[in-house]
């Protein structure tokens, strides 16, 4: 255990190369929260729809230079926000820092993080099992940054039918997910009643992706 300016972080290893890093974006929790406001107004929530229509449960937006897009075409990263037709907003400094210094942290030095997924969850909000497969390199990184209400995060195996280990995730709390654990199955059960002092009643998570 770590203390920082009074904040508490620890390390834990989760699976193989897959590293929860309790309590580390608290460090610089303002600056990531103005923030986050900031990316929200230039580039608003949405639900996306998946190929067959339906829409995905979580609202969703980007930041960086290129971001994850979902509809009736398919999955896919785009430097372009469709609702608004500009570029999605630049990766605030704050953002790109928490990131790089996370997958530092966890032994992957020199990640360059070109899109940051910005995912709103409700209460009773899930998200189903799945893989990350839409970026180009797999050898890279993924580093997801929890804040507002807690979650329980499932993390699978390769097969959906592996066992599930669930990892309650809370405001502050940082995973990087490489190397073996980068193609696991893993979901985000539904999220219970609760409220945050700051973000209310709502769960946000960034993702950093080196996806190009
Ligand atoms: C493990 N988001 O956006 S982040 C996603 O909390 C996604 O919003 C969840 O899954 C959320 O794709 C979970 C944690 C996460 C992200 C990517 C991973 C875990 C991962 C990729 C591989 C393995
Ligand atoms: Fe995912």
Redesign the pocket.
């Known amino acids: 255990m770590d203390l920082f300016d009074g904040i508490e972080t620890n390390k834990l290893e989760i699976s193989n190369e897959?590293f929860l890093l309790k309590g580390y974006a608290l460090a610089n929790e303002v600056a990531l929260l103005k923030d986050l406001t900031q990316v929200l107004s230039q580039a608003p929530l949405r639900h996306m729809v998946t190929k067959n229509g339906f829409a995905i449960s979580?609202a969703?937006t980007n930041c960086g230079a290129l971001g994850?897009v979902s509809d009736r075409q398919g999955y896919r990263y785009d430097s372009k926000d469709p609702i608004t037709d500009n570029h999605w907003p630049l990766m605030p400094e704050s953002f790109q820092q928490l990131a790089i210094s996370s997958a530092e942290n966890a032994g992957f030095v020199g990640f360059q993080p070109d899109a940051c997924?910005i995912?709103q969850?409700q209460v009773g909000t899930s998200?189903g099992l799945?893989?990350?497969k839409n970026e180009l390199d797999f050898n890279q990184p993924?580093v997801?940054v929890?804040l507002g209400i807690p979650?329980v995060?499932k993390?699978c195996g390769l097969t959906r039918t592996d066992k599930t280990l669930k990892i309650p995730?809370a405001h502050g709390d940082v995973?990087v997910?490489g190397g073996q654990?980068?193609?696991?199955?893993?979901?985000?059960a539904p999220l219970k009643m609760n409220t945050h002092p700051i973000l209310g009643a709502y769960?946000y998570?960034l993702?950093f992706?080196k996806a190009g």
């Not at 654990?181 to 985000?188: D, E, P, T, V, Y």
């Open positions: 897959a979580a969703m994850w997924l995912n969850y998200m799945h893989q990350d993924i997801s929890s979650a995060f993390f995730l995973v997910w654990s980068r193609l696991n199955f893993h979901a985000i769960r998570n993702t992706r």
